[in-house]
């Protein structure tokens, strides 16, 4: 079986202006904003998925469409 393990070495950096980075942003905007009182991994995972569908330009049924 092939080696699927995935490692990072050193510091990752993410640009300011990087769709990832507007998503991460975005998001955080939503979670302080959202009042729900659970909030577990999936949530934000989520969320995070459907913010990098928003900053990617993604019809806004394809964002809210959980897969």
């Given amino acids: 079986m ?6 990072v070495s050193g ?3 993410i640009h300011p202006s990087s ?3 507007v998503a991460y942003k975005l998001m955080e905007t939503i979670v302080y904003h959202d009042k729900a009182a659970s ?3 999936k949530y934000y995972l ?3 998925v459907q ?5 990617s330009g993604s019809a806004i049924g394809y964002v809210l469409k959980d897969e």
């Avoid at 913010?51 to 900053?55: I, M, P, Q």
């Fill in 11 to 13: 510091a990752v950096t």
């Fill in 19 to 21: 769709k990832e980075h």
């Fill in 46 to 48: 989520s969320l995070y």
């Fill in 2 to 7: 092939a080696d699927t393990s995935t490692a």
């Fill in 39 to 41: 909030k577990d991994k």
């Fill in 51 to 55: 913010c990098l569908k928003a900053t």
